[in-house]
């Protein structure tokens, strides 16, 4: 930290980003997302409130840029609550490739390396997703709920390992509706569906 | 590197085995695995051929080694060619949890360091797959065998990535019964069954 520790005196545009990202994954990695509040933060960076709306637009984007999550995660959390049931995976599976596609994948890059590479992020990560998919999945009454949030996980974050860091033909170049009808069906199922797993 | 070019004089044993990687990764992606030799790549490494076996046990070993595979190639390629096709998905899956969960997940994040961080290694990994794959799909005559094969890369993956990477529970410690009925179940749709594209 080298700006000055002295309250209310902000260092350049730059550092203050720096520091409200640092403060940021410590104060959400303790408190979660919803307890988490915006003057904590700032305080813990040493710096105005003001300054995460006038960098980040408020908390959730601070949030989505400390993870670096490609999407506004409230975004993503009205999606999973509003959808019906049977359309959630579907309109998750559209926005994401929306935006990883826009950013020619290097979003989903960069998601991974932050959730690799420094334990906070990933367990913020994994704390939304949590949150997010399993709040919704119990309100609906499936079995398995943290199961499924989990297997969820593991096929979307695969098809962004193979569209965008491998790049491998023809998943790479395949259009969003040949996506949703291959990939989104198993999300969906892994979602509400049967998993498989019998008796229950 | 620093081992004189002098053929037939060899350097020391770690030396040896990382001029025969670095070649092997040369050699495999010019010439592919069939037509990449032990004679060619040990002249390439500028070390006897019999340091191949020696070291790697012969060329499977030793292109396992180039690109990180933590299971022998042959044993793969026999179990996707042998397999009952129903069956082809829960026996690859289930070979490669044993694998990697006998490496505590070190197996998986060393596949992907390297595919991600060495292009060779990418590209032979990518074939490797699609070769093994497809020409068991192209004999079972189903349609889309190259789109199939690349859909089974992204859920393996991400049973990796959320398993050993991520560590996400209850994924990270699920036994692989549940993981053959919940993700074997999706690989072997891939493989084989109804891709829900329509019409085909």
């Not at 601070?62 to 995976?89: C, G, K, Y």
């Not at 290097?106 to 690799?116: D, H, I, N, P």
């Amino acid at each position: 930290m080298t700006h000055p520790k002295r309250r209310g005196r902000r260092p350049a545009g730059e550092d203050t980003k720096a520091a409200l990202l640092s403060a940021a994954r410590a104060v959400f990695t303790e408190q979660g997302f919803d307890g988490a509040t915006v003057r904590t933060i700032a305080s813990r960076a040493e710096v105005d409130p003001a300054m995460v709306n006038h960098w980040f637009g408020g908390k959730q984007g601070l949030f989505a840029a400390a993870i670096q999550l490609p999407v506004d995660p409230e975004q993503i959390r009205m999606t999973v609550h509003n959808s019906p049931p049977e359309e959630i995976a579907e309109r998750v599976l559209r926005t994401f490739i929306s935006v990883w596609d826009d950013s020619s994948g290097g979003g989903f890059a960069a998601l991974m390396r932050s959730a690799a590479t420094q334990e906070s992020a990933a367990k913020l990560l994994r704390e939304f997703i949590a949150t997010t998919f399993g709040t919704r999945l119990r309100e609906l009454g499936v079995d398995h709920p943290d199961l499924r949030v989990t297997l969820f996980g593991s096929q979307l974050s695969g098809l962004g390992l193979v569209r965008y860091v491998l790049r491998q033909e023809p998943l790479a170049s395949a259009d969003v509706d040949t996506l949703v009808a291959t990939i989104g069906r198993t999300l969906q199922r892994y979602l509400t569906g049967d998993l498989g797993l019998g008796g229950e």
